[in-house]
T-cell receptor, first 113, second 115 residues
Framework: GQNIDQPTEMTATEGAIVQINCTYQ??????LFWYQQHAGEAPTFLSY??LDGLEEKGRFSSFLSRSKGYSYLLLKELQMKDSASYLC??????????????WGAGTKLIIKP | EAGVTQFPSHSVIEKGQTVTLRCDPI?????LYWYRRVMGKEIKFLLH????????ESGMPNNRFLAERTGGTYSTLKVQPAELEDSGVYFC?????????????FGNGTRLTVT
């Protein structure tokens, strides 16, 4: 079956580094997305990984290991505005050129001064 | 470029009433999706339009939910009659293509409360 796991909540200090993990079990894997969602706002796209390895984009990096069904989002030089929920979503091909996104429940990241 | 807009932002209705949610995708985006997030749970897919056609409606919970996208522009999601378990945040998202790495652009959501 389909399953995506990520921690419910994490706390980190301003200026530090935090890694948010996501593990998944799906069939027909075809990419993994990370989204950021501030309370009461729309999820916004952060990154997309489909090949193994690290994708770096400024202070944020995302890593994927397809063989392990594992991804992480790495946030460096944390700022107070990084306090948000971080959503892991796996794209799964369901045949006939169709796909669906399976979402994790999100990780609430709290940044403390 | 205007983002995805949803209306209303909040709606409080009584059980048995009808509510219609509206989504205006980013101009030129053929793909439009409806999602729902119940408090504390993960985002769940409802359905996917490509232009005016329903590409995938496998996530629609039951026949009390009706989605339309006449003309392939804005979309509506009607819940009739509403039940208590329909409460949650309904997100609309659009993307330009259905390609592998085409990110979704989300609206701010409609928070629906059924009392």
């Amino acid at each position: 079956g389909q399953n995506i796991d990520q921690p419910t909540e994490m706390t980190a200090t301003e200026g530090a580094i935090v890694q948010i993990n996501c593990t998944y079990q799906t069939s027909g894997f075809n990419g993994l997305f990370w989204y950021q969602q501030h309370a009461g706002e729309a999820p916004t796209f952060l990154s997309y990984n489909v090949l193994d390895g690290l994708e770096e984009k400024g202070r944020f990096s995302s890593f994927l290991s397809r063989s392990k069904g594992y991804s992480y989002l790495l946030l460096k030089e944390l700022q107070m505005k990084d306090s948000a929920s971080y959503l892991c979503a796996v794209r799964e091909d369901i045949g006939d050129s169709n796909y669906q996104l399976i979402w994790g429940a999100g990780t609430k990241l709290i940044i403390k001064p | 470029e205007a983002g995805v807009t949803q209306f209303p932002s909040h709606s409080v209705i009584e059980k048995g009433q009808t509510v219609t949610l509206r989504c205006d995708p980013i101009s030129g985006h053929d793909n439009l999706y409806w999602y729902r997030r119940v408090m504390g749970k993960e985002i769940k897919f409802l359905l996917h339009f490509v232009k005016e056609s329903k590409q995938d409606e496998s996530g629609m919970p039951n026949n009390r939910f009706l989605a339309e996208r006449t003309g392939g522009t804005y979309s509506t999601l009607k819940v009739q009659p509403a039940e208590l378990e329909d409460s949650g945040v309904y997100f609309c998202a659009s993307s330009q293509t259905g390609g592998n790495n085409s990110p979704l652009h989300f609206g701010n959501g409609t928070r629906l409360t059924v009392t």
